[in-house]
């Protein structure tokens, strides 16, 4: 199957550490892909990994890759009110030797309270 | 650089019209990809066009259509609306020799 899951909701207070997590099902994904969705926008990419890493650090946004049990994760640490909205996960799917096709989780959304 | 732009940002029409919807892409980005977001289905994969030729197509009917022009520039067309239609239209693109899609900020189309 192609499916990409996610949990569909994460609250946190402010200051604390979020993590978002996510299952593919593609072994032959080469990257994944994280975007965030603030309401009425389109996406904005936060970060992606390669499949042969294992983590990716990049300012207060940490991605873990477990390439065996196809599970990534997303840690944002000091989440903010800011960090308020939709996460997507995504992998990329090789069609031919294309990369023009990424699939997506259904999104978390990630409430911060003050 | 300027980022993905899309035109119009909201559209109305009702049932049975036809809808145009425009992509820029990144300049110097080749590849343009089209993605249905709806709250039922989430994103779903519409078509890509790299030098203007289709590369590659979700599963979506043939009243979806789309095409590419020289600057790299796309759209997207949807003819006999339906209501199921209404959904959020990003557009994305990328540069050649990577995988990193960079989206625009949607077109909204509502189908009454």
């Known amino acids: 199957g192609e499916d990409v899951e996610q949990s569909l909701f994460l609250s946190v207070r402010e200051g604390d550490s979020s993590v978002i997590n996510c299952t593919y099902t593609d072994s032959s994904s080469t990257y994944l892909y994280w975007y965030k969705q603030e309401p009425g926008a389109g996406l904005q990419l936060l970060t992606y990994?390669?499949?042969?890493?294992d983590m990716k650090q990049d300012q207060r946004l940490t991605v873990l890759l477990n390439k065996k049990d196809k599970h990534l994760s997303l840690r944002i640490a000091d989440t903010q009110t800011g960090d308020s909205a939709i996460y997507f996960c995504?992998?990329?799917?090789?069609?031919?030797?294309?990369?023009?096709?990424?699939?997506f989780g259904k999104g978390t959304k990630l409430s911060v309270k003050p | 650089k300027a980022g993905v732009t899309q035109t119009p940002r909201y559209l109305i029409k009702t049932r049975g019209q036809q809808v145009t919807l425009s992509c820029s892409p990144i300049s110097g980005h080749r590849s343009v990809s089209w993605y249905q977001q709806t709250p039922g289905q989430g994103l779903q994969f519409l078509f890509e066009?790299?030098?203007?030729?289709?590369?590659n197509k979700g599963n979506f009917p043939g009243r979806f259509s789309g095409r590419q022009f020289s600057n790299s520039r796309s759209e997207m067309n949807v003819s006999t609306l339906e209501l199921g239609d209404s959904a959020l239209y990003l557009c994305a693109s990328r540069s050649t020799g990577t995988d990193t899609q960079y989206f625009g900020p949607g077109t909204r189309l509502t189908v009454l």
């Open positions: 995504a992998e990329s799917k090789m069609n031919g030797g294309s990369q023009g096709n990424l699939i």
């Open positions: 066009y790299f030098s203007e030729t289709q590369r």
């Open positions: 990994i390669f499949s042969n890493m």
